[in-house]
């Protein structure tokens, strides 16, 4: 039985992923390094400190500020979200369709609660989420299940009573570890992804998924 209902943020309800690519690749640039859109698909869904750690590694850069460049690429994002971010279609008819429903909602998204914090504020949406969950505060970001973990406790819910709503695999992975029921809804070029399968549904958007359960 689902007793609350958990979000995912970026890619979920703000189309704010192609942000943290701009950012990304603009701050590594700057290293010299070439990160390309393609190449950032494996590291959506996780933390900025975990992608800016990987990408370090794999362009094997040993003398590089890591916490200028991790604030290089906060700031650019969340001058992007206060500048131009937008709801995704579906949003708020599914804010509004659980909330009628009267189960708590959370957010536990990757980006740090600034981030966070920006996105709700800009889009108006803080007003449906009971609890706020960032996994900057967790030892491990997705898809470590930990920031859905903290979410339930947090909701007062038990994680198999808990239904994830998640765009990438990380997430949808982290999600599944933590026993919860997830509903996946990929990026338009993600969504023939054979390893959503895991995900115990699939939506091409949020309007999907209500029209589903409208009828």
């Given amino acids: 039985m689902i007793k609350a209902v958990i979000m995912d943020m970026d890619g979920l309800l703000i189309d704010s992923e192609p942000f943290w690519r701009i950012a990304e690749i603009a701050a590594f640039k700057k290293v010299g390094a070439v990160l390309t859109d393609q190449m950032l698909g494996e590291t959506m869904g996780m933390r900025n400190d975990d992608v800016v750690r990987h990408w370090l590694a794999h362009f094997q850069l040993k003398d590089v500020n890591f916490g200028q460049l991790e604030l290089d690429i906060l700031a ?54 009971k609890v706020m969950c960032s996994a ?3 030892e491990f970001g997705k898809p470590h299940p930990a920031v859905f973990l903290s979410a339930a406790s ?8 808990c239904l994830v709503f998640e765009d990438s ?20 070029q993600d969504y023939n992804d054979k390893r959503y399968v895991i995900a115990d549904n699939k939506f091409k958007s949020l309007l999907d998924f209500i029209a589903l359960e409208k009828d």
Avoid: H, W
Avoid at 93 to 105: D, H, V
Avoid at 169 to 188: E, L, R, S, T
């Fill in 136 to 138: 900057e505060f967790e």
């Fill in 76 to 129: 650019s994002v969340q001058e992007q979200v206060e500048a131009s971010g937008k709801l995704l279609p579906g949003v708020i008819e599914t804010l509004t369709f659980f909330k009628k429903q009267q189960l708590p909602m959370a957010i536990a998204s990757s980006s740090p609660m600034g981030i966070i914090q920006s996105v709700v504020d800009t889009l108006g949406i803080e007003k449906y989420f």
């Fill in 169 to 188: 695999m990380n997430g949808v992975i982290a999600a599944k570890a933590a026993k919860m029921n997830c509903i996946a809804i990929p990026a338009q």
């Fill in 154 to 161: 947090y909701l007062r819910v038990a994680a198999s009573d």
